[in-house]
């Protein structure tokens, strides 16, 4: 069944990681040599597993739009690592995944990026904040006074950087600390709202997560678009 995507939409899809070893055989089939080629150079199991399923749910997705079969599919990645479609298609991903998560985004035309990460303990955050935050967020940072609400804080000015840089296509290659991507901390409150960036608007949209996970997506448009939490499909 083909799926609608609205040029102003974009749709997200939430998945966890499965251990059934027969569901991962099963998806396994809809991989390419290349693709069977690099999970099997791994050395762990659980990593095998999570790129299994990362490059299957992508394609059983994929093919729901493009009306085909998955393993019709074929994907590439730009030099900086970015996963494309071979083929002419408005239809524009990324997808990032954490602990047991992988979370997809999918849009029409506007260049999108997606960063999930699991919530854990963050050593001397006020020393790596140094590290990555700019000068307006480490005011923002040691502004915080509860832990708890400082990590959150830590979290979300670094998926929305990840997010950013993976929807621009370069990933982590620029120096974050010249990228400022939460302003006040009301930011955090009011979604969507814009990073400006090389000139363009980028909205920035905190995704809805199970609890102890923290992630945002990121999306080049001159307006902001619904985010809509989609039922994973099934490969039949």
Not at 13 to 19: A, G, K, R
Not at 112 to 128: M, N
Not at 162 to 175: P, Q, R, S
Not at 203 to 213: A, D, H, Q
Request: proline share 3%; hydrophobic share 40%; aromatic share 8%.
């Amino acid at each position: 069944m083909t799926v609608e995507l609205k040029k102003e939409e974009i749709h997200l899809f939430i998945f966890t990681l499965n251990q059934n070893a027969i569901i991962v055989e099963s998806m396994m089939k809809i991989l390419n040599e290349a693709e069977t080629e690099k999970v099997l150079r791994m050395k762990f199991v659980k990593d095998q597993n999570r790129v299994i399923q990362s490059i299957g749910n992508l394609k059983i997705i994929l093919s729901r739009y493009m009306n085909c079969k998955p393993e019709e599919i074929i994907l590439s990645a730009n030099k900086f690592g970015k996963p494309e479609i071979v083929s002419e298609s408005r239809l524009k991903f990324n997808y990032s995944h954490s602990g047991e998560l992988i979370v997809y985004a999918f849009n029409m035309d506007s260049d999108i990026g997606i960063d999930l990460e699991k919530i854990v303990t963050v050593p001397d955050i006020d020393q790596l904040a140094m590290q990555i935050f700019s000068s307006r967020e480490i005011i923002l940072l040691k502004s915080i006074n509860n832990e708890t609400d400082k990590l959150t804080f830590f979290y979300q000015v670094w998926t929305r950087k990840e997010a950013l840089l993976k929807a621009i296509g370069t990933g982590l290659t620029n120096d974050l600390r010249e990228i400022t991507v939460l302003d006040k901390i009301t930011d955090l409150v009011h979604s969507p709202n814009y990073i400006r960036f090389d000139d363009k608007k980028w909205f920035v949209n905190e995704l809805k997560l199970p609890t102890g996970y923290i992630g945002n997506v990121v999306y080049r448009s001159d307006f902001p678009k619904t985010v809509i939490c989609k039922t994973p499909p099934k490969n039949n």
